[in-house]
């Protein structure tokens, strides 16, 4: 349910660094608590934003969440499948539903975040 | 044999449902240049006057009504709708007359408006009261617009913050969003009330003003309702009333008294006119006197028993539509005043208040109440002791009533009481349906405890069954296309 | 008190009360509403009256107007007076249609819903545009909606506007401007109709769209490709149309010259004149901008046995969920209007669209030409007219109209309130139901004024 190799955050959100950039999804709790997604508004390439930001919002049939910057950067890539195949967020929340990469413009801020372990403590 | 095809399924080539005369005048080419042409007709359907009567009959008989049946859904007021109403507005005097008329040709309506306002400047302590929006949503637009407008006008347009408490409807925040100013959400307090400790702390000299039901969407009248006024006028901001559920409360309290600056009635709720299916409705905004300059153009003025239109009002926040109002629905609420007067309101609302209570205190007995105290009009049942206990869901718990002919109430809503649901039978219920209803709830109730699957898969008996949201949301068919 | 709307008896509130552990009514209310807001007075309103009395009164009421339809009537100016099919009033008098609410619980709203999915498919077909809504309160606030959603779109917060659009329209745009901070510049007409150059150096990279109407308010059909163009000069700038929805049986759809938002009035579609209201805003626009679209949408669905069906949908966009962001705060829709419109569209179908707006033409045409001949009147526009057309007087309209409507015409609007100095000036409407016999007398009446 909660890969070890990712970081997570307190916004339900992972985060694999990957040839140096930072893939950023929803966790399978997130994915549970939101119900079916039925769109992903993404970021435009090339948009930097500072940790914590708001950079999309995803929705279910009744519920609106937003997207935060689990660290500050730049987006380099979105998942451009998810404007047809939104289920993907339900269906593999850490693989085809990853949502954007960031370039890391401070990869200090990667201790901030959590492992698996304590992630899954906050959801006890 | 009832069909539910589309009636662009049903055209067939050269049927037609109308007829016109014949052109009289001589019949000119080249009055429209070319390129300003339509090049392919409109593939509007093609069908003949019988058949199209025909598909409209058995698609309002697919509908629930308040005409068909029972109709709780709280904070809407889905009162019964007088018929005499549906006749009068139908007059030619008022149907046929154009909006750019003459005031002399026009008197009647003037005047029905006129003294339309009176009456709801009574019903709600208000010194005026303008009849242009054309709906609650659209009055609460124009009411904040009015806040703006005052507080500029007094040098204060820094004030960008309104209050708003989380029981509160979601057009509150986004009208506040579309006037420019910022939401501040403050909780409510263990009886469902006010918190008034919160509401100090967000009380600055950024207050635009608050914006308040009272009753509650719980269903409980504001007992602090006068401090609550007090403290919000001492940091210099207004409040406002959103008239939602004032079915509970006419002839026993007045916004106005209360210390309400601004209000807005919901006529198709408080007042007897119909739904319509969503609209037209309509959405008066009463005013204290301290913000009549700024209320939209025109408003309705006499003098020496003659009415007329007043535009020149430099101070006025412009117009929130065209003309004066939905007449149409003005014509309704006038007649359904003037055939209840003081008493029969006054009444009304008891035997709102008076329902409301009898059902809610039968109701607690198999359903969880988060506040359980005398409601007004309206009180939230909550589903959560079938969840947790039977893991039957509010959702199926409503989905039930369907097949009992019943119409849900409002679902999950206020947020803040767990698989909310929100019932209001209004006062034109009787006991005996109120009866019928309590033993469908506790005869769902019991079928949660022993047979929970069954209650999951419902409805079986409507038209349709549950539908797939989720894949209309994600690939969506919003129009109908023509095969291949 | 019983009333006739009021089905519980004394007994029935008495065993109520008694359940409840209650002596009277007083004391239910005493508990919940303090004492200090307590009304203690009774309510200032007219003693009640029986249903026959009210139903006198209201005559009474009404006979003290003079309706358009008891004279010969050349009113418009975006409400117009055209025939309705004596089913449209059938159709919307059903109960089950009327007395429901806006359609929250899909299983029970079939009718509704599917309606309204008729409605949207209609206006798109009418428009010519990918996407229609459920409707808004009516053309003038659709167009501030409109505004609103183009500048949501483009991120800019610059308007810009022809004033020949509908003067009430651009109020209410200035009204909704005020308070979202918008800032909306108008351009003058030339001869009638939008002063192209004007606009184009208006148009700028802040611009988030340009508004035009067509035919516009002095009845002009403007050229809309031309100012179609004009988007090029702005960057993300949209473009908004204003139709009347009968012209476009013969004049050439949104669709076809790359409109982003269409809009109008829907009351020439089946609503009577009605002083105004209840009447519909329609609202069409681009595909690629469904998300930031105001209202209600109705999207095609199955239920769990693969049976078609139909569901409000998109509802994220919409304020009871996304609240202080939704896309705007409209909650319904005017419903029974737009049941009456498409009830409307689908008697009239596609010859009878095209039929209307012919004869609406076709007679406009006649009359401007026959007043146009007329000493003391001149026709002051040039442009190619729908339904509508400016006369100019020479002497002030008032005088005009006290002599027209003796003699039982309603001549027109006075322009003179909207656009300075046209003293002189009117506004002529000519629908489908105005004879040829009507117009002649109406022109001698004007002769001999």
Redesign the interface.
């Known amino acids: 349910m909660y890969p070890e190799e990712l970081k997570y955050t307190d916004d339900h959100e992972w985060v694999r660094v990957e040839n140096g950039k930072a893939y950023v999804g929803v966790t399978h709790y997130a994915q549970e608590q939101l ?2 997604v ?2 992903v ?1 993404l970021p435009d390439i090339g948009e930097e934003f500072e940790m914590g930001d708001s950079f999309g919002v995803v ?6 969440s937003d997207l935060f910057m689990p660290l500050s950067g730049k987006v380099v890539e979105i998942n451009e499948d998810l404007e047809d195949s ?2 993907a967020v339900n269906e593999d929340p850490y693989g085809e539903g990853w949502i954007i990469a960031i370039e890391l413009s401070d990869e200090s801020q990667l201790d901030q975040l959590m492992d698996s372990e304590a992630y899954q403590k906050t959801l006890e | 044999m009832k069909d539910r095809d589309l009636i662009f399924e049903k055209s067939r080539p050269g049927k037609k449902g109308y007829s016109l005369p014949e052109l009289d005048v001589p019949q000119k080419q080249d009055l429209l240049p070319e390129n300003l042409q339509r090049k392919n007709p409109a593939p509007l359907p093609e069908v003949a006057e019988g058949e199209v009567l025909r598909h409209y009959i058995n698609l309002s008989q697919l509908n629930h009504s308040v005409d068909n049946g029972f109709y709780p859904l709280g904070s809407c007021t889905m009162k019964y709708n007088p018929k005499i109403n549906e006749d009068v507005s139908r007059l030619p005097g008022f149907a046929e007359l154009h909006p750019y008329q003459s005031e002399e040709m026009t008197q009647g309506a003037l005047k029905l408006m006129a003294e339309l306002e009176k009456y709801l400047c009574e019903i709600g302590g208000m010194d005026r009261v303008t009849l242009q929006p054309a709906a609650g949503a659209h009055g609460e637009l124009a009411g904040l617009m009015l806040i703006r407008a005052y507080h500029r006008h007094r040098g204060q347009d820094h004030r960008k913050k309104i209050i708003i408490p989380d029981s509160g409807h979601g057009t509150n925040p986004a009208s506040v969003t579309m006037c420019g100013y910022e939401t501040v959400e403050i909780p409510s307090d263990d009886k469902g009330c006010i918190d008034l400790e919160a509401l100090k702390e967000v009380l600055d000299d950024k207050v635009a003003g608050i914006m308040l039901t009272n009753p509650n969407t719980l269903g409980f009248y504001e007992e602090n309702i006068s401090e609550v006024c007090r403290l919000v006028h001492e940091s210099g901001g207004l409040l406002y009333y959103d008239g939602a559920n004032a079915n509970a409360i006419m002839g026993y309290s007045r916004p106005g008294d209360m210390g309400f600056d601004i209000l807005h009635f919901n006529l198709h709720k408080t007042f007897g006119t119909p739904h319509g299916g969503g609209g037209p409705g309509s959405g008066p905004v009463g005013v204290k006197d301290k913000l009549v300059p700024f209320l939209p153009n025109p408003m309705i003025e006499e003098e020496d028993g003659k009415y007329f239109l007043d535009y020149d009002r430099p101070q006025s926040i412009g117009r929130v539509r065209s003309f004066f109002g939905n007449f149409g629905v003005l014509v309704k609420a006038f007649t359904y005043i003037r055939m209840l007067g003081a008493e029969g309101l006054k009444q009304v609302s008891e035997d709102a208040v008076l329902n409301a209570n009898y059902i809610m205190e039968k109701l607690a007995k198999s359903y969880h109440l988060k506040y359980h105290r005398n409601c007004m009009h309206e009180f939230v049942l909550s589903g959560k002791k079938q969840k947790d206990e039977h893991g039957v869901t509010t959702t199926d718990i409503v989905k039930n009533l369907l097949d009992h002919g019943i119409h849900p109430p409002t679902v ?1 809503f206020p947020l803040i009481v767990e698989e909310a649901m929100m019932i209001e039978p209004t006062e034109t219920e009787s006991k005996e349906t109120l009866d019928e209803f309590v033993a469908v709830m506790e005869k769902i109730a019991k079928m949660a405890e022993e047979d929970p699957e069954k209650l999951k898969e419902a409805p079986y008996t409507t038209p349709v069954r549950r539908l797939d ?2 894949g209309a ?2 690939n969506p068919i919003l129009k109908w296309e023509p095969k291949g | 008190m019983n009333h006739q709307f009021l089905p519980n008896n004394e007994e029935s509130r008495q065993e109520m009360l008694k359940s409840l552990g209650l002596n009277s009514i007083e004391e239910l209310f005493g508990c919940c509403i303090p004492e200090n807001v307590r009304f203690k007075g009774k309510l200032n309103l007219p003693k009640p009256l029986s249903e026959l009395e009210a139903r006198r009164l209201l005559t009474q009421i009404a006979n003290v107007n003079q309706p358009a339809s008891e004279l010969v009537s050349f009113l418009g100016g975006g409400v117009a007076d055209h025939y309705i099919p004596a089913s449209v009033n059938h159709i919307i008098s059903r109960s089950e249609f009327y007395t429901a609410y806006t359609p929250y619980q899909a299983e029970v709203s079939q009718g509704t819903l599917q309606n309204i999915f008729e409605f949207q498919t209609l206006i798109c077909m009418l428009t010519g545009m990918d996407v229609a809504n459920a409707s808004m309160y009516d053309g003038a606030s659709a167009l501030a909606e409109a505004v609103l959603m183009a500048s949501s779109v483009s991120r800019q917060n610059k308007i810009v506007i022809s004033q020949t659009v509908n003067p009430q329209y651009r109020e209410t745009v200035q009204t909704y401007a005020r308070a979202t901070g918008l800032e909306i510049v108008e351009i003058p007409h030339k001869d009638g109709q939008t002063d192209l150059e004007a606009m184009e150096e208006a148009i700028d990279d802040k611009t988030a769209a340009i508004a035009f109407q067509s035919p516009n308010f002095f009845g002009i059909i403007e050229d809309p490709f031309p100012i179609s163009k004009l988007k090029e000069k702005g960057k993300k700038t949209l473009l908004i149309s204003v139709v009347d929805p009968l012209s476009l049986g013969v004049i050439v759809p949104p669709g076809d010259y790359d409109a982003d938002i269409v809009l109008g009035e829907g009351q020439p579609m089946g609503n009577p004149v009605s002083f105004g209201g209840p009447h519909l805003g329609f609202f069409a626009a681009r595909e690629k901008l469904i ?1 930031k679209m105001p209202g209600r949408l109705i999207g095609q669905t199955e239920d769990v046995d693969g049976k078609r069906g139909f569901v409000m949908t998109l ?2 966009r919409e304020q009871h ?2 609240r202080h ?1 939704a896309t705007s705060n409209i909650c319904t829709n005017q419903a029974l209007n737009a049941l009456a419109a498409a009830s409307y569209l689908n008697l009239m179908g596609k010859k009878g669209i095209q039929e209307v707006a012919h004869q609406c033409l076709q007679k406009a045409n006649y009359l401007k030409e026959k007043i146009d001949a007329l000493p003391g009147y001149s026709i002051p526009f040039n442009g190619p007219i729908f339904k509508e057309f400016a006369v100019k007087a020479n002497r002030p309209f008032q005088e005009v109209q006290k002599v027209l409507v003796d003699k039982g015409f309603l001549p027109g609007i006075h322009l003179e309130p909207y656009y300075e100095g046209m003293d002189d000036w009117f506004l002529v409407c000519v629908t489908e139901k105005r004879t040829r016999e009507e117009m002649d007398r109406f022109a001698a009446g004007l002769e001999g004024v």
């Open positions: 119900g079916d039925v769109f508004e929705e279910s049939v009744k519920t609106v939104p289920e | 999950y949201e989720a949301a994600r | 998300r509802q994220t969920i996304r962001r």
